[in-house]
């Protein structure tokens, strides 16, 4: 069993920035690829970036890339999102979630433990 509490969340001027954190506990985080989703209301779920577990892949979805960077601190059981240069459009909340392996899947389901999410909210 993985527990995953997100943090960071809040309320941010279009431009601006948000650090998020996930600090996972129960299993050994090392062995766990690491994911960020996030869900705006009315819409489903979708893939924000994801990290394997020793670092080298990281994927984003197209929207982020190149305002979004993943990390994780192995040895603080954290995983990081830093979001740069946002827009309303990130607005929704942000699901931190975990699966044993090391491929970074970018779909949903894949996933086996999910956070309680934070919310992020992008002013105009």
């Known amino acids: 069993q993985v527990q995953l509490v997100e943090s960071g969340g809040g309320l941010v001027e279009t431009g601006g920035s948000l650090s998020l954190s996930c600090a996972a506990s129960?299993?050994?985080?090392?062995?766990?690829?690491m994911g960020w989703f996030r869900q705006a209301p009315g819409k489903e779920r979708e893939f924000v970036s994801a990290?394997?577990?020793?670092?080298?892949?990281?994927p984003y979805a197209d929207s982020v890339k190149g305002r979004f960077t993943i990390s994780r601190d192995n040895a603080k059981n954290t995983v990081y999102l830093q979001m740069n240069s946002l827009k309303p459009e990130d607005t929704g909340v942000y699901y931190c979630?975990?699966?044993?392996?090391?491929?970074?899947?970018?779909?949903?389901?894949?996933?086996?433990?999910w956070g309680q999410g934070t919310q992020v909210t992008v002013s105009s």
């Open positions: 129960g299993r050994a985080f090392s062995d766990y690829t």
């Open positions: 990290i394997s577990w020793s670092g080298p892949r990281t």
């Open positions: 979630a975990s699966r044993q392996g090391a491929i970074p899947y970018t779909q949903a389901w894949r996933y086996d433990y």
